[in-house]
């Protein structure tokens, strides 16, 4: 698997009990977190192909976490598990005491060196909500602190995360971008797409996983994290329609301070276009969507092609 092909080889590690297949569960396969309750252990490793954007193909390596899997993994398994990794995500459950856990990541690390050089490196400081809220800041700085040390020197990001909020939705919004070839195609065309509708912000969200892919906007805002909520709330609302046996297409919210679009856009995402104009009429702006669709099916598939 070359850095140009288009199937991004993803190794997910961790702890048996760290979370590991219920973010996956959450993210790619559209459970709710209150449905992860009944997954079970993964056992060895379980291997899926995602497509994301249309092109892109995520070979998703879950990798069960118990001791005897730990140790397989890299005293047989090492060359076959650690080549041709593109991004390694490692888990901990912040509560984890446990000395093995630390030091089963440096192991990681360690084969990373080796097979896989240029992977981006991400490690996922889970289970947040257990921690009180006034504690939480804390608990994950001497957590990363600990990662940073045990990492070889390697440029390492970290994310406080859970399954009950947006921070699940942040983080691996953040990965995915590392896996888009041509991700500035994308932010370029949103500029200049915003630009001409004169909106706040404008949003691009991948379809199937409601991940935000790129996004651009001419204010400044103070919740740093609005993109990641709405993800993890119209994903949820378009579970429930699911459910339903209803099909989620398109959303509009308007008060006195804004106008909010959610539309399919093209075959592989979603938009969100903000404006606080109030001289703007909704029915324009929503023909300015409907008249990118075609424009921006190109542009998604240019930001995923790779090198021949």
Sequence with gaps: MEENDPNKKVLLMGKSGAGKTSMRSIIFANFMPKDTMRLGFTNSINQSNIRFLGTLSL???DCGGQDHFMQHYFESQRDTLFRNVQVLIYVFDVHSEDQRDMNYYRSCVDAIQDHSPTAHIFVLIHKMDLIPVEKRDEAFNKKEREVVKNSAGLNVI???TSIWDETLYLAWSRIVHYLIPNSDVLTQSLNRFCSACEADEVVLFEKSTFLVISNFSSKQHKDVHRFEK??????QFKLSCSKAAARFKSMTVMNT????????????TYIMLISSDSTILPALTQMNIDLAKKHFEGVVRASTAVAQ
Excluded: M
């Excluded at 301070?257 to 592989?268: H, I, L, Q």
């Design 59 to 61: 070979a998703l390596w």
């Design 158 to 160: 970290c994310f406080k």
């Design 230 to 235: 709405i993800s993890n709330i119209v994903k």
């Design 257 to 268: 301070n804004f106008c909010a679009f959610v539309d399919e856009f093209t075959s592989s």
